[in-house]
């Protein structure tokens, strides 16, 4: 029988938090062992539940959506997105330049798609969230990682990214608030990232599915509206604010001067309109989520859960001796540090590996988020924390012994 082998292209894409450790914990689970999962972001396995006013709007709208809508997405929808552009002082944004997917993911993935040809550079932040590399890497580019600076509350090294910057270089992503680290960029760096891209002519990419999970009286600013002259795609959507990761519902939204980039906007209509549309019944409900009382406000206050179980676990991880951690002012995960030298520890993912096998915990290593040492991992803290105590408990007693 012929052999089929996959594309050569995969062979050097990174996504290690779907990789081997995961892998690992779905045959201890096939075994019958029962998993603790702080390695995903999908609040609804941990009883965060969908607003019931969204819910309701989609059960009644359920039978218009039927059929395809537009490949940018249903007026509806884009109207109130565009009206939240407003609200985040985006600037030149008109209904036009406002694009629907199923979830950030589809339009990292079509952006990719769109812009990069064989070798073009991109920057992108180490840590980073895996998906944006592995979809420049699939689209033939190049990305490379600019450090994000742990001793300056995780925000992006303006010096490294001046040292990377290559005639090759076409773009510049940045995620904020950030996936893994929870770090929340104030308005005078992203000043220097905009000033950084208008010097060399960067379109800056701008990750912000998490605009609105923001603690401690902190605001989030959109580094579009500080660069009215330049090419901005901000992405945002509804998965985490309103705890419906399942309904894939993104969208992105271009902003600025729009006159450089006419061959990239071609390109991704072209593929917009490739895939027809992203997910109407999901789309339908955009405008009612957008709109009213926001109900992630209440999560992320003092007494809210999001809130209280981050005062919780960082806490509790800070406490276990050889383990620090920057604390996050936003989404929910952290991104502890082991000290390395204490722990023996070389190669992170065989630290998450022996820490799912010896205390069923499941976490993701620092490596897969395109960190290069071995000493880091994310831990998400959605669990409750009756959940939240039990999983710190066993890996501090794993930390009172583990030597690689």
């Known amino acids: 029988m012929r052999q089929f082998k996959k594309s050569s292209k995969l062979d050097n894409v990174l996504y290690d938090v779907r990789g081997p450790v995961v892998e690992e914990a779905f045959r201890m689970e096939e075994a019958g062992m029962q998993i603790l999962k702080l390695n995903i972001g ?12 969204v819910i309701y709007d989609m059960r009644r709208q359920l039978t218009e959506c039927e059929g395809y809508s537009d490949a940018k997405g249903l007026f509806s929808a884009r109207k109130a997105i565009m009206q939240y552009a407003q609200v985040k002082k985006l ?13 950030v993911s589809e339009l990292i993935n079509l952006c990719m798609s769109a812009l990069l040809d064989d070798q073009d550079e991109i920057l992108i932040p180490s840590p980073d ?16 990682h600019y450090i994000c600076d742990e001793q300056s509350e995780w925000y992006p090294d303006m010096d490294d990214i001046r040292k990377k910057i290559t005639d090759k270089t076409k773009a510049i992503v940045i995620i904020n608030p950030n996936n893994p680290t929870g770090a929340l960029y104030p308005r005078e760096v992203l000043q220097q990232i905009a000033d950084i891209a208008r010097e060399h002519q960067l379109i800056i990419f701008s990750d912000e599915i998490y605009d609105r ?11 579009a509206s500080l660069a009215p002259d330049l090419f901005c795609v901000t992405f945002s959507g509804l998965s ?12 992105m939204v271009l902003s600025g001067n729009k006159e450089p980039a006419r061959d990239f906007i071609e390109g991704i209509n072209m593929l ?76 992170d993912e065989q630290f998450a590996l022996d820490l799912l096998r010896e205390k069923r915990i499941l976490l993701i290593h620092g490596g897969g988020f395109n960190w290069q040492q071995p000493d880091h991992f994310r831990v998400v803290y959605l669990p409750r924390i009756e959940v939240l105590k039990e999983a710190v408990e066993k890996i501090a007693d794993f930390f009172r012994y583990y030597h690689q």
């Open 129 to 144: 969230y895996p998906l944006w590399t592995a979809c420049a890497t699939l689209a033939g580019g190049r990305a490379v």
């Open 213 to 223: 999970l923001v603690m401690d009286g902190e605001e989030h600013i959109s580094i």
């Open 91 to 103: 600037p030149n944004v008109s209904i036009e330049d406002i694009y629907t997917g199923n979830g």
């Open 272 to 347: 917009s309109n490739m895939r027809l549309c992203s997910n109407v019944p999901a789309q339908s409900i955009v405008q009612t989520a957008l709109g009213g009382h926001q109900s992630v406000k209440d999560y992320v206050v003092p007494g809210g859960r999001i809130y209280d179980q981050r005062e919780f676990i960082y806490k509790a991880l800070t406490d276990i001796p050889g383990i620090s951690c920057v604390k996050p002012k936003a989404a929910f995960y952290m991104f502890p540090k082991m000290d390395v030298e204490r722990f023996h520890i070389t190669n």
């Open 42 to 53: 999908n609040p609804a396995p941990f009883g965060f539940r969908t607003p019931d006013e």
């Open 240 to 251: 985490k604010s309103h705890m419906i990761a399942g309904y894939r519902i993104g969208w």
